[in-house]
């Protein structure tokens, strides 16, 4: 919680201008330092401005000294009148006048000590008020008092200040008038108290002695309307060791005029009350207006639908369940016909409180039958059984025929009540139809074919009918594009060809077949192999949404991961995987050399393999590989299990080889 007017003092950068203006105060003192002008006119006019010495005079010309010390400036005027009319005769005569008033204010020291976030000697005007001087301050930090503040003033505690009449009333204590040397010491906090709760201000309060329950509530604004004040809660350290809760009805406290004391460290909690309706009545259902209505004693049934708006004709209500919550918190379900009690006078149902009316619509009770139509319509799904629903109403209702619909019959599935062999699942019937069906009116009765509930029509889709499949080249063909495929068999040679062939500078290694269809995604295919040989396996059909990627000659490898200047080194012809290795700066300290991974321009990986101490590789790498090192971690330790099997396999295959030279030398 925050400390209550805390946040007063958070933003103390305030530039505090030295000099005052406005009115002073009737009451201000003069003193050394202090401006005055001295004004006269009439008969004669003389303006006069002096600011006052050490000594408290000021020096007038053709008057002499003048002892202005501590008097007001009514005093001051009046002084001035008497002395200066000596001079100037037309004073006393009223031929002239005089007029006295402040010019620059003098300035005084005062400090500010104890619990405030920067002490220290501060020279201010000396109209400022004692308040203010908390601002030059710093202000208050955590630990200081804001109920007990001191003026000290010539070694003795002059006046004392209690901010929370400033927090509460307004009260700045500007009557109250610095001195030079003055001292404002704020005293430490002693008594604090926590609130929370139902409150109009949650925060942390400082209490006085004598203080209670009572101001504590008034320093915080009162309570919020929802507040529960007969079990107000006190938390209590005792005697700095024992936790104990001290329940507090504070009704009893303002009826018996008494108040119950605080002890510093005591968290106050007001507890809110339950919200929860308990003198009402509810209806739900298919009915309009309000649902919710207010309960008194001998509330009837008759008496609630008096005061409801309308009810819908689609309501039930030959019964009517109402659910009662009895004191124990137990339900109880009383089913009524609410017609019985709205047509006769003499009948009628005692409500009780909290008690629920629920009205069921026809619908809900019995819901409508419906038919469902699927296969080649623009809209298939569930609708709604209408009477005398026809076929074609269905039709049309699911937004006509599709494209690839097949427009030679329906087929309907329909149950059968009077069914009574198991084995029988649903009766089938065909009706002929033509594209026009749903949109023709010259049926006679006869020829309409009507639905019965839960129907299902089905439209089969023309197998033989889909739109264009197309493919997308590429590239390196001379008519790159989107091209359709004319029939099923289409190769990607055949479509190459379409494209008007491979411009001189396309590089088969690194062509690519991508298939979206089915996420299938890209297809490892050697197209080198393809063009010398269209018959190949690796030749295959296209489909909807294939694309070709046919890139231009490359004439780079590409070396990453765990070496030591990964980058794109210039293919050489003939050259292994140890030669691109050292071009890229050799293997990393951290490289994982046993599962590096090679893969092709074309998306094809090349397998490592290995006959005793020799590894070669299971094709040529070409121009656009992509070598790839992976990288150990430094935690990974070394499979010594493995590497002995991997050495004892290797034993075995020279042994053998051996063996078999041996025996046929």
């Known amino acids: 919680l925050p400390i209550f007017a805390m946040n007063l003092f958070e933003d103390t950068k305030v530039d505090y201008n030295p000099e005052i203006f406005g009115p002073v105060g009737a009451d201000y003192p003069l003193g050394p330092g202090d401006e005055i002008i001295i004004t006269v006119w009439g008969e004669v006019e003389q303006r006069f ?85 908390l601002f030059y301050a710093a202000g208050i930090n955590p630990n200081g008092s804001m109920r007990s503040l001191s003026l000290v003033r010539n070694n003795k505690v002059y006046k004392t200040f209690d901010l929370y009449n400033f927090f509460r009333q307004g009260v700045t204590f500007s009557s109250v008038r610095l001195h030079n040397n003055d001292i404002i010491v704020v005293q430490p906090v002693q008594n604090r108290v926590w609130l929370a709760g139902a409150v109009r201000k949650s925060a942390i309060f400082e209490l006085k002695e004598g203080e209670g329950l009572k101001e504590l509530i008034k320093y915080a604004g009162g309570f919020l309307p929802e507040a529960y004040i007969r079990n107000i809660q006190i938390k209590r350290l005792e005697n700095h060791t024992e936790p104990i809760l001290i329940n507090v009805n504070y009704e009893e406290l303002v009826s018996g005029k008494t108040n119950y004391l605080l002890q510093n460290g005591d968290y106050v909690f007001v507890p809110t009350l339950d919200r929860e309706l308990i003198n009402y009545v509810t209806i739900s259902g298919p009915i309009y207006g309000p649902k919710q209505f207010e309960y008194h004693p001998g509330f009837t049934i008759k008496e609630l639908f008096a005061k409801v708006d309308s009810i819908s004709g689609k309501a039930y209500l030959e019964r009517v369940q109402i659910t009662r919550t009895l004191p124990e918190g137990y339900k109880q379900l009383f089913s009524i016909n609410l017609n019985d009690f709205l047509n006769d006078d003499q ?104 639905l019965q509930a839960y129907d299902n029509v089905f439209i089969r889709a023309n197998s033989d009918w889909e739109l264009q499949r197309n493919v997308i080249v590429e590239g390196e063909v001379q008519r790159p594009g989107v091209y359709t495929l004319k029939n099923k068999t289409t190769r990607i040679t055949d479509l190459i060809a379409r494209a008007g062939g491979l411009k001189s500078t396309a590089y088969l290694d690194g062509a690519k077949l991508y298939r979206s269809k089915e996420g299938v995604g890209q297809i490892g295919i050697n197209f080198i192999k393809i063009f010398n040989d269209p018959s190949d396996a690796e030749n295959i059909y296209l489909k909807n949404g294939d694309k070709i990627v046919i890139p231009e000659r490359l004439a780079t490898v590409k070396i990453v991961g765990g070496v030591n200047f990964p980058s794109s080194v210039l293919y050489e012809e003939g050259a292994g995987l140890d030669y691109y290795i050292e071009a890229a700066g050799g293997y990393s300290e951290l490289a994982d050399k046993d599962n590096v991974t090679i893969r092709l321009a074309n998306g094809r990986p090349v397998q490592r393999r290995r006959f005793l101490f020799w590894k070669y590789l299971s094709e040529d790498i070409t121009a656009g590989t992509t070598i ?30 051996i063996l078999i030279v041996d025996r046929y030398k």
């Open 347 to 450: 009948q009628d149902f005692l409500l009780a409180p909290e008690d629920h009316i629920q009205i069921r619509s026809r619908q809900e009770l019995f819901p409508p039958d419906s038919v469902s139509i699927f296969g080649a319509v623009n809209a298939p799904g569930k609708y709604l059984l209408k009477k005398d629903m026809t076929l074609k109403d269905l039709i049309f209702s699911a937004g006509g025929f599709r494209k690839n619909a097949l427009i030679t019959e329906a087929e309907i599935s329909r149950l059968d009540p009077g069914n009574t062999d198991p084995h029988n699942l649903a009766s089938i019937v065909y009706v002929e139809i033509d594209s026009t069906y749903a949109q023709r009116s010259d049926f006679s009765k006869d020829d309409l074919f009507f």
């Open 49 to 133: 401005e002096k600011i006052i010495d050490r000594q408290g005079q000021v020096y007038i010309e053709k008057v002499g000294l003048v002892n202005l010390m501590g008097l007001t400036i009514s005093q001051a005027r009046e002084k001035l009148l008497n002395i200066m009319g000596q001079s100037y005769s037309s004073l006393l005569r009223k031929k002239a006048y005089l007029d006295v008033s402040l010019g620059k204010l003098r300035s005084i020291r005062v400090f500010v000590i104890g619990d405030v976030n920067k002490p220290g000697v501060f020279t201010v005007p000396a109209l400022t008020a004692p308040f203010t001087m």
């Open 628 to 657: 790839f090192v992976p990288v150990l971690s430094e935690k990974d330790e070394i499979d010594w299990s493995g590497a002995i099997r991997d050495v004892a396999a290797i034993l075995s295959s020279v042994a053998m080889v």
